[in-house]
Protein backbone atom coordinates (compact mmCIF):
# COMPACT_ATOMS: atom_id res chain seq x y z
CA UNK A 1 0.00 0.00 0.00
CA UNK A 2 0.96 3.77 -0.65
CA UNK A 3 2.90 5.37 2.07
CA UNK A 4 3.81 9.02 2.72
CA UNK A 5 5.58 9.58 6.26
CA UNK A 6 6.04 13.42 7.55
CA UNK A 7 8.57 13.02 10.41
CA UNK A 8 6.93 14.76 13.12
CA UNK A 9 2.92 15.30 13.94
CA UNK A 10 3.25 18.30 16.42
CA UNK A 11 6.19 20.84 15.86
CA UNK A 12 6.56 23.49 18.39
CA UNK A 13 9.69 26.40 17.38
CA UNK A 14 10.67 29.18 18.15
CA UNK A 15 10.99 32.80 15.97
CA UNK A 16 14.10 32.95 13.84
CA UNK A 17 14.74 28.96 13.96
CA UNK A 18 15.97 27.04 11.08
CA UNK A 19 13.13 24.56 10.55
CA UNK A 20 13.24 21.25 9.44
CA UNK A 21 10.46 19.03 7.86
CA UNK A 22 10.71 15.65 6.46
CA UNK A 23 8.74 13.69 4.13
CA UNK A 24 9.74 10.08 2.77
CA UNK A 25 7.27 7.97 0.39
CA UNK A 26 7.99 4.34 -0.76
CA UNK A 27 5.95 4.29 -4.43
CA UNK A 28 9.04 5.31 -6.47
CA UNK A 29 7.17 7.98 -7.37
CA UNK A 30 8.83 11.15 -9.77
CA UNK A 31 6.43 14.18 -8.24
CA UNK A 32 6.77 15.17 -4.22
CA UNK A 33 5.11 18.46 -3.33
CA UNK A 34 4.81 20.44 -0.01
CA UNK A 35 1.61 22.14 0.80
CA UNK A 36 0.62 24.28 3.68
CA UNK A 37 -3.23 24.15 4.82
CA UNK A 38 -5.22 26.82 6.51
CA UNK A 39 -8.71 27.71 7.13
CA UNK A 40 -10.58 28.65 4.96
CA UNK A 41 -7.69 29.15 2.17
CA UNK A 42 -7.65 25.34 1.08
CA UNK A 43 -4.19 24.15 0.43
CA UNK A 44 -1.66 26.18 -1.17
CA UNK A 45 1.27 24.54 -3.00
CA UNK A 46 4.73 25.51 -1.56
CA UNK A 47 7.01 23.67 -3.37
CA UNK A 48 7.41 20.60 -5.42
CA UNK A 49 9.95 18.54 -7.21
CA UNK A 50 9.70 16.32 -10.35
CA UNK A 51 12.93 14.73 -10.03
CA UNK A 52 16.04 14.19 -7.56
CA UNK A 53 17.61 17.33 -7.29
CA UNK A 54 14.85 19.66 -9.34
CA UNK A 55 12.52 22.26 -8.06
CA UNK A 56 10.05 24.31 -8.87
CA UNK A 57 8.37 26.89 -6.49
CA UNK A 58 4.59 26.79 -6.11
CA UNK A 59 2.10 29.63 -5.19
CA UNK A 60 3.84 30.62 -1.97
CA UNK A 61 7.82 30.02 -1.96
CA UNK A 62 8.62 33.11 0.01
CA UNK A 63 10.07 31.72 3.27
CA UNK A 64 10.62 28.48 2.55
CA UNK A 65 13.28 26.15 0.53
CA UNK A 66 13.24 22.61 -0.23
CA UNK A 67 16.08 19.81 -0.94
CA UNK A 68 15.71 16.60 -2.93
CA UNK A 69 18.55 14.82 -2.68
CA UNK A 70 16.85 11.13 -2.51
CA UNK A 71 14.07 10.38 -5.10
CA UNK A 72 11.78 8.90 -1.68
CA UNK A 73 12.98 12.07 0.92
CA UNK A 74 11.65 15.61 -0.30
CA UNK A 75 12.56 18.16 2.74
CA UNK A 76 11.13 21.69 3.69
CA UNK A 77 13.05 24.38 5.23
CA UNK A 78 12.28 27.27 7.04
CA UNK A 79 15.17 29.43 6.95
CA UNK A 80 14.30 31.57 9.33
CA UNK A 81 10.76 30.53 11.29
CA UNK A 82 8.29 33.46 11.46
CA UNK A 83 4.47 33.52 13.39
CA UNK A 84 2.67 33.36 10.15
CA UNK A 85 4.29 30.07 9.23
CA UNK A 86 1.83 28.17 11.96
CA UNK A 87 -0.24 26.34 9.86
CA UNK A 88 -0.43 22.76 8.94
CA UNK A 89 2.04 21.34 6.77
CA UNK A 90 1.29 18.34 4.07
CA UNK A 91 3.51 16.76 1.87
CA UNK A 92 1.99 14.51 -1.41
CA UNK A 93 3.96 12.34 -3.58
CA UNK A 94 1.91 11.14 -7.07
CA UNK A 95 3.21 9.12 -10.48
CA UNK A 96 3.05 10.56 -14.13
CA UNK A 97 1.26 12.23 -15.62
CA UNK A 98 0.83 14.78 -12.64
CA UNK A 99 -2.02 16.05 -14.16
CA UNK A 100 -4.33 13.17 -14.03
CA UNK A 101 -2.13 10.71 -11.45
CA UNK A 102 -3.85 10.90 -7.93
CA UNK A 103 -1.64 12.77 -5.22
CA UNK A 104 -1.03 10.71 -2.04
CA UNK A 105 -0.79 12.91 0.95
CA UNK A 106 1.13 12.51 4.62
CA UNK A 107 -0.81 12.68 7.86
CA UNK A 108 0.66 16.72 8.37
CA UNK A 109 2.94 18.52 10.41
CA UNK A 110 1.41 20.37 12.72
CA UNK A 111 3.96 23.56 13.12
CA UNK A 112 3.24 26.17 16.04
CA UNK A 113 5.63 29.27 16.02
CA UNK A 114 5.88 30.89 19.06
CA UNK B 1 -7.32 34.80 -5.63
CA UNK B 2 -9.31 31.05 -5.21
CA UNK B 3 -9.38 30.07 -8.86
CA UNK B 4 -11.46 26.51 -7.56
CA UNK B 5 -14.52 27.86 -5.25
CA UNK B 6 -15.96 25.20 -3.27
CA UNK B 7 -19.86 25.65 -1.28
CA UNK B 8 -21.02 25.68 0.54
CA UNK B 9 -18.05 25.81 3.05
CA UNK B 10 -20.05 24.20 5.74
CA UNK B 11 -22.63 21.79 5.79
CA UNK B 12 -24.70 20.06 8.84
CA UNK B 13 -27.32 17.45 7.95
CA UNK B 14 -29.55 14.91 9.37
CA UNK B 15 -28.51 11.30 8.85
CA UNK B 16 -30.12 9.77 5.67
CA UNK B 17 -30.48 13.35 4.11
CA UNK B 18 -29.30 14.08 0.15
CA UNK B 19 -26.47 16.97 -0.20
CA UNK B 20 -24.62 18.22 -3.40
CA UNK B 21 -21.27 20.21 -2.96
CA UNK B 22 -20.18 22.44 -5.88
CA UNK B 23 -16.28 23.07 -7.32
CA UNK B 24 -16.72 26.06 -9.75
CA UNK B 25 -14.32 27.98 -11.99
CA UNK B 26 -13.77 29.99 -14.74
CA UNK B 27 -10.80 27.98 -16.05
CA UNK B 28 -10.97 24.88 -18.01
CA UNK B 29 -9.23 21.79 -16.78
CA UNK B 30 -7.55 18.62 -17.66
CA UNK B 31 -9.12 16.40 -15.24
CA UNK B 32 -10.68 17.66 -11.55
CA UNK B 33 -10.30 15.14 -8.47
CA UNK B 34 -12.45 14.96 -5.50
CA UNK B 35 -10.27 14.47 -2.05
CA UNK B 36 -11.65 13.48 1.58
CA UNK B 37 -10.00 14.51 4.61
CA UNK B 38 -10.47 13.45 8.18
CA UNK B 39 -9.17 15.01 11.83
CA UNK B 40 -5.59 14.41 11.51
CA UNK B 41 -5.33 12.86 8.59
CA UNK B 42 -4.50 14.20 5.38
CA UNK B 43 -6.34 14.04 1.98
CA UNK B 44 -7.55 10.68 0.14
CA UNK B 45 -8.41 10.57 -3.54
CA UNK B 46 -11.43 9.70 -3.87
CA UNK B 47 -11.72 10.05 -7.62
CA UNK B 48 -10.55 11.45 -11.17
CA UNK B 49 -12.74 12.89 -13.64
CA UNK B 50 -11.10 14.19 -16.76
CA UNK B 51 -14.11 13.84 -19.77
CA UNK B 52 -16.58 17.01 -20.18
CA UNK B 53 -20.01 15.32 -18.91
CA UNK B 54 -18.63 12.51 -17.18
CA UNK B 55 -20.31 10.68 -14.20
CA UNK B 56 -18.52 8.58 -11.97
CA UNK B 57 -20.27 6.60 -8.81
CA UNK B 58 -18.69 5.40 -5.48
CA UNK B 59 -21.25 3.76 -3.79
CA UNK B 60 -23.20 6.51 -2.53
CA UNK B 61 -21.31 9.79 -3.59
CA UNK B 62 -21.90 10.61 -7.48
CA UNK B 63 -19.60 13.00 -9.18
CA UNK B 64 -19.70 14.92 -12.35
CA UNK B 65 -17.71 17.26 -14.35
CA UNK B 66 -18.85 19.89 -16.09
CA UNK B 67 -19.44 19.50 -20.01
CA UNK B 68 -16.85 22.83 -20.30
CA UNK B 69 -14.56 20.88 -17.67
CA UNK B 70 -14.72 24.15 -15.67
CA UNK B 71 -16.73 22.82 -12.50
CA UNK B 72 -18.03 19.85 -11.12
CA UNK B 73 -20.66 18.43 -8.37
CA UNK B 74 -20.17 15.71 -5.66
CA UNK B 75 -23.61 14.16 -4.92
CA UNK B 76 -24.13 12.34 -1.69
CA UNK B 77 -26.84 10.03 -1.06
CA UNK B 78 -28.69 8.98 2.06
CA UNK B 79 -25.74 10.68 3.70
CA UNK B 80 -24.38 8.48 7.02
CA UNK B 81 -21.99 9.86 10.32
CA UNK B 82 -19.18 8.41 8.26
CA UNK B 83 -19.62 10.88 5.87
CA UNK B 84 -18.22 13.49 8.30
CA UNK B 85 -14.93 14.87 6.61
CA UNK B 86 -13.88 18.27 4.81
CA UNK B 87 -14.67 17.42 1.02
CA UNK B 88 -11.59 19.08 -1.58
CA UNK B 89 -11.94 19.30 -5.20
CA UNK B 90 -8.48 19.78 -6.91
CA UNK B 91 -7.83 20.84 -10.68
CA UNK B 92 -4.71 20.22 -12.98
CA UNK B 93 -4.52 21.84 -16.77
CA UNK B 94 -2.81 20.36 -19.20
CA UNK B 95 0.84 19.80 -19.22
CA UNK B 96 1.32 21.23 -15.55
CA UNK B 97 3.00 20.11 -12.75
CA UNK B 98 0.50 22.15 -10.19
CA UNK B 99 -2.64 21.05 -9.16
CA UNK B 100 -4.92 23.86 -7.60
CA UNK B 101 -7.41 22.89 -4.25
CA UNK B 102 -10.39 24.32 -3.83
CA UNK B 103 -11.11 26.06 0.42
CA UNK B 104 -12.90 22.90 0.60
CA UNK B 105 -16.29 22.17 2.12
CA UNK B 106 -16.74 20.71 5.76
CA UNK B 107 -19.34 18.29 6.05
CA UNK B 108 -21.22 16.82 9.23
CA UNK B 109 -23.74 14.39 9.56
CA UNK B 110 -25.54 13.73 12.84
CA UNK B 111 -26.81 10.35 13.73
Known amino acids: DVKVTQSSRYLVKRTGEKVFLECVQD?????MFWYRQDPGLGLRLIYF???????EKGDIPEGYSVSREKKERFSLILESASTNQTSMYLC?????????????FGDGTRLSIL | TQLLEQSPQFLSIQEGENLTVYCNSS?????LQWYRQEPGEGPVLLVT?????EVKKLKRLTFQFGDARKDSSLHITAAQPGDTGLYLC???????????FGAGTRLFVKA
Open chain 1, 92 to 104: ASSGAPPTVAPQH
Open chain 2, 49 to 53: VVTGG
Open chain 2, 90 to 100: AGARTGGFKTI
Open chain 2, 27 to 31: SVFSS
Open chain 1, 49 to 55: SYDVKMK
Open chain 1, 27 to 31: MDHEN
